[in-house]
């Protein structure tokens, strides 16, 4: 999916317009930002925003989220553990200290493999 | 009330009524009130201030938003509210980020994110570099002469080489630009929490105005002359309403008028406490 942000009044209510006007082609809106349909239609507007409002419009491409193909097992082990633990006023770094859990520094260090395609990055 | 000078054409005409001749149309006339160049026509008079957009003209088939009006009335009058302090407060921060984005260069992904478009991502190339190696151990294997596979597999990988130096220059150009832009953004993040802010308070601020002014308003759209008084005064039509508002605010600089609910312009300015370009 597209997802359009909007950083100005203007483009915040032009962006609003366009949700109204066509529904069909967008998926959701929240707030001041909203995700269109991979769509030609869906480009065209988000398009039509940008050029109408340069950078107070960000345009970026979603795509759907595998935690199995993009996390590693630890990372995805780690947070349903932490999310069953016991006592829930514990903090991550307490609840993985001295267990197998990565930390939280390691997990911050470490980018999600990003499939190249067509410039995106 | 200070009288104005209109010259039209050379003519000078000086006074608190003046009246111009039917082809000049009173667009021409707000112009020249607010000061700019329309060639045939000037006035000298106080300058308008923001209640004169809304009853600066003032004709039978006008509209006006009338709340808005008031308040720029009331503001005509130096009315103050209790919100103006915190609103020229964030009108200094929301000064401070267009002066911070203006220092901040906005990054133009455009060109960048096109190169590598075209590009591609080099599979093709790479696929060359791979066949004309394929090539190469073919002639090597049958005994012939390599010279011109060798040629063309430094060829195809000099090709690549290239590709992928000017793909990952345009990678960083991309990676550069879009760090630009989201220091912008942070920015601009700022600016609309503080403009929303201000569209709150700024709206507080109308409603005190309106209702200080509520009841001479009412008072003002009943005297109106010649129009039936309606049971609630913002539900007035335009034009009585423009009056009224007119009635209320401290207008300095001239209203254009066509309108007939007046004996005369004399009394028609006497009811604004401005003077007239009648048209």
Same mark, same amino acid.
């Given at each position: 999916? =597209?997802?359009?942000? &909007?950083y /100005?009044?203007a483009?915040r209510? /032009?962006l609003?317009?366009v949700?109204?006007?066509?529904?069909?082609?967008?998926?959701?809106?929240l707030?001041r930002?909203?995700?269109?349909e991979p $769509?030609?239609?869906?480009?065209?507007?988000?398009?039509?925003?940008?050029?109408?409002?340069?950078?107070?419009?960000?345009?970026?491409?979603?795509?759907p989220f595998?935690?199995?193909?993009?996390v590693?097992?630890?990372?995805?082990e780690?947070?349903?553990? +932490?999310?069953?633990?016991e006592?829930?006023?514990?903090p +991550?770094?307490?609840f993985?200290?001295?267990?197998?859990?990565?930390?939280? %520094?390691k997990?911050?260090?470490?980018a999600?493999?990003?499939?190249?395609?067509?410039g995106?990055? | 009330?200070r009288?104005i $000078?209109?010259e039209?054409?050379g003519t000078v005409?000086?006074?608190?009524v003046?009246?111009?001749p039917?082809?000049?149309?009173p667009?021409?006339?707000?112009?020249?009130?607010?000061?700019?160049?329309t060639?045939?026509l000037t006035v000298?008079?106080?300058?308008?201030?923001?209640?004169?957009?809304h009853?600066?003209?003032?004709?039978?088939?006008?509209g006006?938003?009338?709340?808005?009006?008031?308040a720029r009335?009331?503001?005509?009058r130096?009315?103050? &509210? %209790? +919100?103006?302090?915190?609103?020229?407060?964030?009108?200094?921060e929301i000064?401070?980020?267009?002066?911070?984005?203006?220092d901040?260069? /906005?990054?133009d992904? $455009?060109p960048?994110?096109? /190169?590598?478009?075209?590009?591609g991502t080099?599979?093709?190339?790479?696929?060359?570099?791979?066949?004309a190696?394929?090539?190469?151990?073919?002639?090597?294997?049958?005994?012939?002469?390599?010279?011109?596979?060798v040629?063309? =597999?430094?060829?195809?990988?000099?090709e690549?080489?290239?590709q992928? $130096?000017s793909a990952?220059a345009?990678?960083?150009?991309?990676?550069q630009?879009r760090?630009?832009?989201?220091r912008?953004?942070?920015?601009?993040?700022?600016?609309?929490?503080?403009e929303?802010r201000?569209?709150?308070l700024e709206? %507080?601020?109308?409603a005190t105005?309106?209702d200080?002014?509520?009841?001479?308003?009412a008072?003002?759209?009943?005297?109106?002359?010649g129009?039936?008084?309606?049971?609630?005064?913002f539900?007035?039509?335009?034009?009585?309403?423009?009056?009224?508002?007119?009635?209320?605010?401290?207008?300095?600089a001239?209203v254009?008028?066509d309108c007939?609910?007046?004996?005369?312009p004399?009394?028609?300015?006497?009811?604004l406490g401005?003077?007239i370009v009648?048209?």
């Amino acid at each position: 999916m =597209l997802l359009v942000i &909007t950083y /100005s009044r203007a483009a915040r209510e /032009s962006l609003r317009n366009v949700c109204r006007a066509h529904e069909e082609s967008v998926r959701r809106q929240l707030g001041r930002a909203a995700l269109f349909e991979p $769509t030609e239609f869906g480009a065209f507007q988000a398009l039509r925003l940008r050029a109408k409002h340069g950078d107070a419009v960000q345009v970026e491409r979603t795509r759907p989220f595998n935690e199995f193909a993009a996390v590693p097992a630890a990372v995805r082990e780690a947070a349903a553990a +932490y999310e069953s633990r016991e006592q829930p006023a514990v903090p +991550y770094a307490a609840f993985a200290a001295g267990t197998a859990h990565p930390s939280k %520094e390691k997990m911050r260090d470490a980018a999600l493999e990003v499939p190249e395609r067509g410039g995106e990055i | 009330m200070r009288p104005i $000078t209109v010259e039209i054409d050379g003519t000078v005409r000086r006074g608190r009524v003046v009246s111009l001749p039917p082809d000049v149309s009173p667009g021409t006339v707000l112009e020249a009130i607010r000061g700019g160049d329309t060639g045939r026509l000037t006035v000298d008079c106080e300058q308008p201030r923001p209640v004169h957009d809304h009853v600066g003209h003032i004709h039978g088939g006008m509209g006006i938003r009338t709340r808005t009006a008031l308040a720029r009335a009331a503001r005509s009058r130096d009315l103050t &509210t %209790e +919100y103006d302090a915190e609103i020229e407060r964030l009108d200094a921060e929301i000064a401070a980020c267009e002066a911070e984005l203006a220092d901040h260069e /906005s990054g133009d992904c $455009t060109p960048s994110r096109r /190169s590598l478009a075209e590009q591609g991502t080099g599979t093709e190339l790479r696929e060359a570099v791979a066949a004309a190696r394929g090539r190469l151990r073919a002639c090597r294997d049958h005994g012939t002469d390599t010279d011109d596979a060798v040629e063309r =597999l430094e060829a195809a990988i000099s090709e690549l080489a290239e590709q992928e $130096t000017s793909a990952a220059a345009a990678r960083e150009r991309l990676a550069q630009a879009r760090e630009r832009n989201r220091r912008r953004r942070e920015i601009r993040d700022r600016r609309l929490r503080l403009e929303d802010r201000r569209a709150n308070l700024e709206r %507080e601020a109308r409603a005190t105005l309106v209702d200080r002014l509520r009841d001479e308003f009412a008072a003002a759209v009943d005297a109106v002359p010649g129009t039936p008084t309606p049971a609630e005064p913002f539900d007035a039509a335009d034009l009585p309403a423009a009056l009224a508002v007119g009635h209320v605010a401290a207008l300095a600089a001239p209203v254009v008028l066509d309108c007939e609910l007046f004996d005369s312009p004399q009394t028609a300015s006497e009811w604004l406490g401005a003077p007239i370009v009648n048209v």
